[in-house]
C-alpha cells in the first residue's frame, strides 16, 4: 500500500499560447525529480486542474506520470463536482501510472455538501477506487471544511490513507492526529504550518513553495526527524513570508513568476487568472531573496 510521506510539490501547470507546454513541462520536472521531494501532485489547485479540460486532464496525467515512473511517486487530483465524473478520472489517473488520488471536495452546491453528503461521495469514490485516496481539504477555494469528525470517521475507510489540510486551522489538524488511526497521514497544506504539524505528527506535506524551494522544504522535515529543532523552527520561520507570497498574497500568478525567477518556466496562468503586474514582481523577487536561498543578480 502506497504510504503517504515526505513533501510534495503541487506542480504548476504550464501554458504557451494557450496549451500546455509539455516541453517547459519537461524541464522543470527534472528539477523536480531530481531534488530532495519525496513526490509531486499533479493537477492540484497549483496546477490549475479546474481551467484543464477532460482531454487535457488525462493528457498531462499521463505525461507526468511517464516522466516520473521510477524516480518518485505521483499522487493526481481528481476531485470533480459529481460522483459518477471523480470516479471516472480515478480510473484514468491508475491507467496512466498514478500512485494514489488526492480530491477535493464537491463545492458548487455548497448549502448541500453537509457532513452526511460528503461521507457518501468519499466512500462511494474510495469503494470504487482502484487507487489509495487523499482527502484534500481546500476550504479557501472550496468554501467547504472537511471536519476533524469527519476525517477521522473517513479514515476508517481501507482505501482512504490520509488527507492534505489546506486549512490551516492546528487545532482540526490535531484533532485529525489524534482521533484518527495510525495509519491515517495527515499532510499540512501549506509550507507556512509544516514545522507545527509535523509537532503534531503529520507525515509531511504538499506544499506550493516545494515548486519553487524544493530541498529546504524537504530540510524542514529532515531536520525535524533529526531531532535539530532549533534549525528545524528556524527555517520555518524564513520560509514564511515566501510561502505567502506564492500562496495567500500573490496566489498562482505570484507562484509561476517565483519559478521564472529560479529558472523554471512559469509563463501566464490561463485565463481567466492574469499575469503579475511588474511592480508585484519586483516586490515578490525581494522576499524571495530575503531567504536567503535565492540569486540576489
Known amino acids: 500500500m502506497f504510504k503517504l510521506y515526505g513533501v510534495y510539490a503541487p506542480i504548476a501547470t504550464p501554458f504557451e499560447n494557450g496549451k500546455i507546454a509539455y516541453d517547459k513541462l519537461e524541464k522543470n520536472l527534472k528539477f523536480w ?39 518518485k511517486p505521483v499522487v493526481t487530483g481528481t476531485g470533480a463536482e459529481s460522483t459518477a465524473e471523480t470516479m471516472r478520472l480515478n480510473e484514468m489517473a491508475a491507467k496512466a501510472g498514478s500512485d ?10 455548497k448549502g448541500e455538501m453537509t457532513d452526511p453528503v460528503l461521507a457518501r461521495f468519499y466512500t462511494d469514490v474510495a469503494d470504487a477506487s482502484p487507487l489509495p485516496v487523499i482527502l484534500y481539504n481546500m476550504p479557501r477555494n472550496a ?16 482505501n482512504i490513507i490520509g488527507i492534505k489540510d489546506s486549512g490551516g486551522n492546528i487545532v482540526q489538524i490535531a484533532d485529525m492526529i489524534r482521533n484518527a488511526p495510525p495509519n491515517f497521514s495527515v499532510f499540512a497544506g501549506s509550507a507556512s504550518y509544516l514545522f507545527t504539524s509535523l509537532a503534531l505528527g503529520a ?21 525535524f526527524e533529526a531531532g535539530k529543532m532549533k534549525e528545524a523552527r528556524d527555517l520555518q520561520m524564513n520560509l514564511i513570508d515566501s510561502n505567502n507570497a506564492v500562496t495567500a498574497r500573490w496566489g498562482i500568478p505570484g507562484l509561476k513568476a517565483a519559478m521564472e525567477m529560479i529558472g523554471l518556466y512559469g509563463g501566464d496562468p490561463r485565463p481567466p487568472l492574469l499575469p503579475l503586474k ?20
Open 100 to 109: 494514489a488520488v488526492l480530491i477535493v471536495t464537491p463545492n458548487y452546491y
Open 33 to 71: 525529480l531530481e531534488s530532495d521531494l519525496s513526490g509531486v501532485v499533479v493537477m492540484g489547485s497549483n496546477g490549475e486542474f479546474v481551467l484543464l479540460t477532460p482531454e487535457e486532464k488525462e493528457e498531462l496525467t499521463r505525461f507526468v506520470c511517464k516522466q516520473a515512473k521510477g524516480k
Open 203 to 223: 507525515t509531511g506535506g504538499t506544499l506550493a513553495l516545494a515548486n519553487v524551494f524544493p530541498n529546504e522544504c524537504a530540510r524542514l522535515q529532515k531536520l
Open 278 to 297: 511588474e511592480a508585484d514582481r519586483e516586490e515578490l523577487r525581494k522576499v524571495l531573496t530575503r531567504t536567503g536561498f535565492f540569486p540576489k543578480a
Open 143 to 158: 468554501g467547504i471544511n472537511i471536519s476533524a469528525k469527519l476525517a477521522v470517521e473517513l479514515a476508517k475507510h481501507p
